[in-house]
């Protein structure tokens, strides 16, 4: 059988990790794909930069359409990054008969819908395992391991920089800066971490995951989202008190019938499932099993009606476990299974089933809120009542010694205050209320409280 022709858009940390496997194991991966993978091109900013040794240098190219003129490449992996570049490059390679293998959240998170439409329309397939949880084949679990389930709810850790920074600051008392830092050093992070850090990176994978998972297609901005930049030292401290760990989670699951809409949803029938998502930190009991996840590595809990539960775990980014999702891919469309799956799937398609995205204010949980006050009589009394008349009901409270003092002022000492499950609308509503107390140094923090 004739070779299995393949370029690369990009050369960088992951690019070169498949370009090593498909160089260093052609008799493997000739076995698992009934022919040979052939890297035919490389496609780079600058040709003559110093690259890894072992990779011929005539595989580089600065010119996108020696690809697409190359009759004998038949797919092509997209790992540039970034989404303006990469959507044009991809639209190009479609239309020129070329399938796609992509690692990019972002381009699929924002524009998956036109790039699905322009693969249906050119026949050719998309594959993206790489693109949700490095090494771990999450894609293909829901698109073939769970294909008989309706999935019930997906949570977990997609973010491994902002694991690794929370592991270290709950194990070794180190600041969220220092700890940014060194995530840096280390490569786990960008010099620019903005999109790891504020949850983006996060909403970017739920975004997929949901659309296989549930057949919705939804913006971006439907996710609500909130990152790990404002976690402070004293909460990684009160929750280890507690009995609980700090995580950031991405969460997604149905709930039947309809009640509160998103503002932007619009109700298709009088009687709907309900989507509710969202990306947060979230205190988890020390022993639940996404508590237990250390360091960069990621995991995923997916539930299914008649699977049950199910977890993924493993290293979400780095450059060989995102290489080894990225040859699977290739494997998959040597042997035709991934053109058979793209087909089928109809993935970015318009929305399968009556579906709505639930009104985040509606979506219910137990709260942990920690308020800075002043130590006097008073205060606690002020605080319940606001809490009462917001129908929310107090689960515990715990006050500590204060943390600082001036000559003169009263003393300001942290109070904390679990809440039973409530709706997050009305939380929000009753902490704004708090924090324009005078008694209280806003702003105050707060996290929802899993199981």
């Known amino acids: 059988m004739e070779p299995f022709g393949i370029a690369l858009l990009g ?3 992951v690019g070169t990790g498949v370009a090593k496997m498909l160089l260093e194991h052609p008799d493997r991966l000739t076995a698992r794909a009934g022919r040979k993978l052939e890297l035919r091109r490389i496609v780079v900013d ?16 600065t010119n996108l359409r020696a690809v697409i003129d190359d ?13 303006d570049w990469a959507k044009q490059a991809v639209l190009d390679l479609l ?11 972002a381009l699929l998170a924002t524009h998956g819908g036109e790039i699905f439409d322009a693969g249906r329309r050119h026949g050719q397939a998309i594959a993206f395992e790489a693109s ?7 894609i293909g679990a829901l698109c073939q391991g769970l294909a008989a389930n309706q999935i019930l709810s997906l949570q977990g850790i997609l973010n491994g920089t902002c694991n690794y920074i929370l592991t270290c600051m709950t194990e070794n008392g180190c600041s969220y800066a220092d700890m940014l ?5 280390k490569g786990y992070a960008e010099a620019d971490p903005t999109m790891d850090v504020d949850g983006t990176d996060s909403a970017h994978k739920l975004a997929i995951l949901v659309q296989i998972a549930f057949g919705v297609a939804l913006p971006l901005s439907a996710i609500q989202r909130r990152g790990i930049a404002g976690i402070d030292l004293l909460d990684i401290r009160f929750a280890k008190e507690l009995g609980y760990t700090i995580k950031l989670l991405a969460e997604a699951w149905l709930e039947p019938a309809a009640c509160g809409l998103a503002p932007h949803a619009k109700p298709q029938s009088a009687k709907c499932d309900q989507l509710a998502m969202h990306v947060s930190p979230v205190m988890l009991r020390q022993n639940a099993p996404l508590a237990l996840v250390r360091d960069a590595y990621n995991a995923l809990f997916v539930v299914g009606d008649a699977v049950g539960s199910t977890l993924y775990y493993g290293r979400g980014a780095g450059q060989m476990p995102t290489a080894s999702a990225v040859v699977a891919d290739l494997i998959d469309m040597a042997v035709g299974r991934a053109q ?3 087909r089928s799937l109809k993935l970015w398609s318009g929305n399968h089933r009556n579906i709505v995205v639930r009104d985040p204010s509606t979506m219910r949980s137990r709260f942990y809120l920690r308020m800075m006050v002043e130590d006097r009589p008073g205060v606690m009394a002020d605080i319940t009542r606001i809490l009462a008349n917001h129908q929310i009901s107090i689960a515990s409270v715990i006050q500590h010694e204060a943390l600082e003092h001036a000559d003169g002022e009263s003393e300001i000492v942290p109070l904390i205050i679990m809440t039973h499950t409530v709706p997050t609308g009305s939380f929000r509503a009753a902490l704004d209320e708090i924090d324009r107390l ?12 899993g199981d």
Do not use: M, W
């Open 11 to 13: 050369c960088g940390t």
């Open 46 to 61: 600058d040709a003559k930069k110093p690259r890894p040794s072992g990779i011929p240098s005539s595989l580089f190219t």
């Open 71 to 83: 009759p004998a490449v038949q797919v092509v992996v997209e790992v540039v990054g970034g989404i």
């Open 95 to 105: 239309a020129a008969g070329k399938h796609i293998v992509t690692a990019n959240k």
């Open 132 to 138: 949700v949880g490095g090494g771990i084949p999450i």
């Open 181 to 185: 830092a060194d995530a840096q050093r």
């Open 340 to 342: 058979q799956t793209f």
């Open 438 to 449: 005078v008694s209280v140094r806003p702003p105050s923090v707060y996290y929802p409280v």
